[in-house]
């Protein structure tokens, strides 16, 4: 699914688009997926149930089943809200200030705020076991959806000539992997290793 152009406001910086992303779920659906977030992150997501998820909010599972359905389609919905959230809190990117630096600081701390999520700190610590199925039947579309989001970015960037022209489709795809593969496996200093792996290649030609 391709995303939207990426577009700029009256200074130039480049503002995200989230097009390619999954629809944010109906902000009604919020008390409902703070409720999940919490078991989740108390039992684990293959531990929790819907009977847990409606004890938590105070009403029956039958209203659960009824707003969200399943423990699937909750855990679904609420990678889709938390996900719209986490991008949503990237400043414009001003390639006029800096290019490869400013899109290593933004990874990075993307890449941290996503490790802070309580329900990822308990799936990685405690259930191992639930990343390696979604990985192996969700990642291709998490690729192309999250590509989708950063590519259209990039084209800006390389055509304020901040970031080196390259197929930014591949470009995109490649930092979504580099990004999961941090997440599932963290370094001590998330920042300075990606400066040492992204920086060489996005620098354009002649910049040092």
């Known amino acids: ?14 503002l995200l688009s989230l097009d390619g992303l999954p629809d944010r779920p109906a902000p009604d659906l919020d008390p ?18 819907v009977p847990d998820i409606a004890a938590e909010m105070g009403v029956s599972r ?30 414009p990117l001003d390639g006029a200030v800096a290019g490869p630096s400013l899109v290593v ?9 996503a490790r802070g999520h309580p329900v990822l700190q308990k799936v990685l610590r405690d ?14 579309e998490i690729i192309e959806r999250a590509s989708s989001v950063l590519a259209p970015l990039i084209d800006v960037l390389v055509a304020q000539g901040v970031v080196a022209s390259r197929d930014t489709r591949r470009v995109a795809a490649w930092l979504v992997r580099i ?3 941090l997440l599932v496996a963290p370094v ?5 290793f990606l400066g040492e792996v992204l920086v060489p290649v996005l620098e354009p030609p002649g910049s040092r």
Not at 32 to 49: K, M
Not at 105 to 113: C, N, Q
């Open 105 to 113: 600081s933004v990874l990075a701390g993307l890449i941290e705020e």
């Open 32 to 49: 409902l997926l703070d409720a999940a977030t919490r078991c989740f992150a108390r039992h684990g997501v293959s531990r929790t149930r």
């Open 188 to 192: 001590d200093d998330v920042e300075a």
């Open 1 to 14: 699914m391709a995303g939207s152009p990426a577009s700029e406001d009256d200074r130039g910086a480049v």
């Open 179 to 181: 990004g999961i593969t």
């Open 127 to 140: 259930e191992p076991s639930v990343i390696g199925p979604l990985l192996a039947t969700e990642l291709p």
């Open 62 to 91: 039958v209203t659960v089943y009824r707003q969200a359905g399943g423990v699937d389609q909750i855990a679904g919905l609420l990678i889709a809200r938390d996900l719209q959230r986490l991008l949503e809190g990237i400043p």
